[in-house]
């Protein structure tokens, strides 16, 4: 299969797992589809296809064979996310007034004989009609799921429906269509409020932009941007785009980005994001990245594909929900044989839900998804949640993690007869184009100084060693001890070290001219957070560094953790394979630049700090969207609060439904009882797992 093509599809009417389970057969049956993944809080399927034998019309069809609607316009689209959540609450509310005033008036009923009385009185063609009129929905899609030879969670209650019709208790299967439908609006709810992070994400990128063409100002859709075009931002307005500032000041409320809500200040230069808030001033931005290629755009759909990434006991549930119906419908044969009671064995089917065990997981993993971007912690499905919960070591790296990533120049010791304003201009120029915050101290420092850097010819960066080139016609190599190769280190170096100090050493055209010592803070919240990880259950923290023994020995001891020492970026994937090796759940945390393939290794990666880092957000399981410690605790809190919420959905759904099978079977719960016990589960897991939604 070749040339082939990848396409967002919007699927509306999807409102359990199961409804992505029929989207995703329909599409996938098609010729030419090599994969398709259908996401339930995104509303979408993306799907891989051959365009030589599939095309758009052909899945929309297929959409429609499985129930569900591929949107023809934006106004077919699911409704406003806002509206929606303004009336949530008190739709809930009024339903779960209503569902209690009928449940009790179904029991009583059942115990005071009313429905037999409604039964004699109403003739039997009339509630015959009622219950194809209202189950007209159920039916239809219990219908279409058997032609395709699935067995789906209302199956075995069509059957009781059929069962209560033919025994003649047409009042039973009323009660038990009336409760299928409120246990479909039910998790309509349940999925509508999980999705409402993901749908305020969404609503918070800029439609528009203000561009400046032909020396005048004019509004132009979003999608109309192009790298390169000058937008004008003015107070109060979203920064519609990424770029960077070429005049004006403003303070920016970068919570969409960051998570953070204080206000920073930008001006001329400074990286600005979409869908952040210039509150105070003007700015005129060059448009860098538009639309889904921001960081916010990447954010949206990183939260929006999380739900691909299916925790393993959300697996373990689908699996339960699979073998369930065959054993509830063994449980109702084996009930018949015995008591050879048609209403005990529709009372058996009726009181099956197979959607609870669906429900219990995919629900509070979105919830906490969606809850968790909102205050800066991006996390790409529920198996990194799972993982994180169960996590027993953290490896961290040093430099822009557990220090601030901006050390400053502090030392210049020449050698060789070297004057300071020459070896630091020869190693600055060098370093004018590396990306690692100690090229960014030199450059620095050679700024203050007011020196005057070279272009440098022949760069190569080499991660964990340097960078060398050719600044002049002289060789410049600035880097860690390592660029020493087998000759000693000097002595002066050695005093540096033992305060702590980074060193950068210089060679000029292959003999050592000078050391620089560079020294950076650590982040002032690092402590209390490594004491909370762990209170929260990590038995081991350790420090992996390029640095030297005694720097990084100076670090760990302020914070009381181990560290390994003189590591290459391929070491730290080593240790991180060693400790998993023993069965250790590894949280790897680093600046998702260097440290990429051990984040990438790692369980659990986290990146600190990635607002705007493409390699953190890409490399990264979990990106800290600010460079703050205690987002870190607040991760594993989720984690193990959501795997509670799980756990707690998932035993209440196994308890609940064996005890209505067991009453079922030996005919203590009537089929009207147990249609109506039925929807129970879903109220229950929606309320237990919308606490997630809440976490501070």
């Known amino acids: 299969m070749t040339n082939l093509r990848t396409l967002e599809v919007p699927v509306v009417g999807m409102d359990c797992t199961e409804c992505t389970m029929h989207v995703q057969h329909a599409i996938k049956e098609l010729p030419g589809v090599k994969s398709v993944t259908v996401l339930l809080a995104a509303e979408k399927a993306t799907v891989q296809f051959d365009p030589a034998q599939v095309d758009l019309a052909m899945i929309s069809k297929a959409v429609a064979g499985a129930g569900y609607k591929v949107p023809d316009t934006a106004s077919d689209q699911a409704p406003n996310s806002r509206t929606l959540q303004d009336f949530t609450k008190p739709i809930l509310t009024i339903f779960g007034v209503v569902f209690g005033v009928i449940l009790f008036v179904v029991v009583f009923g059942e115990w005071l004989g009313w429905f037999e009385k409604i039964t004699a009185w109403v003739p039997w063609p009339v509630g015959f009609a009622l219950v194809l009129i209202f189950g007209y929905p ?7 799921a058997t032609l395709r030879r699935q067995v789906i969670s209302h199956t075995l209650m069509t059957v009781g429906v059929i069962a209560a019709l033919v025994v003649g208790e047409w009042a039973t299967a009323v009660v038990v269509v009336f409760f299928m439908r409120v246990g479909d609006y039910a998790e309509k709810f349940t999925t509508d409020h999980a999705r409402k992070a993901v749908r305020d994400l969404t609503s918070m990128s800029p439609q528009t932009a203000r561009l400046e063409r032909n020396g005048s100002e004019v509004d132009v859709p979003i999608n109309e941007v192009q790298p390169g075009d000058i937008v004008v931002v003015r107070p109060g307005e979203k920064i519609p785009v990424d770029g960077l500032v070429l005049d004006g000041q403003a303070t920016v409320n970068q919570a969409a980005i960051t998570g953070e809500s204080m206000p920073v200040e930008v001006g001329q230069g400074a990286k600005v994001f979409a869908a952040t808030i210039a509150q105070m001033g ?3 931005v060059q448009t860098t990245l538009v639309g889904p290629d921001t960081t916010f755009g990447k954010i949206v759909r990183m939260v929006e594909e999380a739900e691909a990434n299916r925790a393993e006991v959300q697996r373990i549930g689908d699996k339960v929900s699979g073998y369930y119906l065959p054993v509830v419908a063994v449980i109702a044969v084996i009930t018949y044989l015995i008591s050879r009671d048609p209403l005990s064995t529709a009372a058996v089917l009726l009181v099956a839900c197979s959607c609870s065990f669906a429900l219990a997981t995919p629900i509070a993993m979105l919830a906490s998804i969606g809850a968790a971007a909102k205050h800066g912690l991006l996390i790409k499905g529920g198996r990194y949640i799972e993982l994180l919960a169960k996590a027993d070591t953290v490896l961290i790296d040093k430099t822009g993690t557990l220090t601030t990533g901006k050390p400053r120049l502090t030392d210049v010791v020449c050698l060789n007869g070297l004057s300071e304003e020459r070896l630091l201009t020869l190693a600055a120029s060098a370093e004018r184009y590396s990306e690692h915050p100690l090229a960014e101290a030199v450059r620095q420092a050679a700024r203050d100084k007011e020196l005057r850097l070279s272009e440098p010819k022949e760069f190569v960066a080499e991660p964990g060693r ?9 060789l410049v190599e600035v ?15 050695v005093e540096l070290e033992k305060q702590g100090k980074t060193l950068l050493f210089v060679r000029v055209n292959q003999e050592l001219a000078g050391i620089l010592a560079a ?5 002032p919240e690092t402590p209390a957070a490594l004491a909370e990880l762990k209170r929260l259950g990590v038995r081991r923290i350790e420090l992996l560094t390029g640095d030297n023994e005694r720097t990084a020995a100076a670090v760990s ?13 391929e070491d730290k994937i080593r240790i991180v394979k060693e400790y998993q090796a023993q069965n250790h759940i590894v949280v790897m945390v680093g600046d998702g630049v260097n440290d990429a393939p051990a984040l990438a290794q790692a369980n659990v990666g986290i990146a600190m700090g990635a607002g705007g880092t493409d390699v953190a957000i890409e490399a990264a399981h979990i990106a800290l969207m600010r460079e703050d410690w205690t987002l870190l605790p607040r991760a594993f809190q989720i984690a193990q609060r959501t795997m509670r919420v799980v756990k707690m959905n998932l035993g209440f759904t196994m308890i609940y439904n064996i005890i209505g099978l067991t009453l079922a079977a030996f005919g203590f719960l009537p089929p009207i009882l147990a249609a109506a016990a039925q929807s129970l589960p879903d109220l229950g897991i929606l309320g237990n797992s919308s606490r997630l939604l809440r976490q501070k």
């Open 138 to 144: 159920v039916f239809k899609n219990v219908l279409q």
């Open 466 to 474: 340097g960078v060398h080139a050719r600044v002049g016609e002289t």
């Open 557 to 569: 001891s302020q914070l009381g953790i181990d560290y390994r020492a003189n590591l290459l970026p």
């Open 479 to 493: 880097g860690s001890w390592r660029i020493q190769g087998d000759h000693s280190i000097p002595l002066e170096a």
């Open 519 to 523: 020294s950076d803070t650590l982040r």
């Open 282 to 284: 003007s700015l005129r």
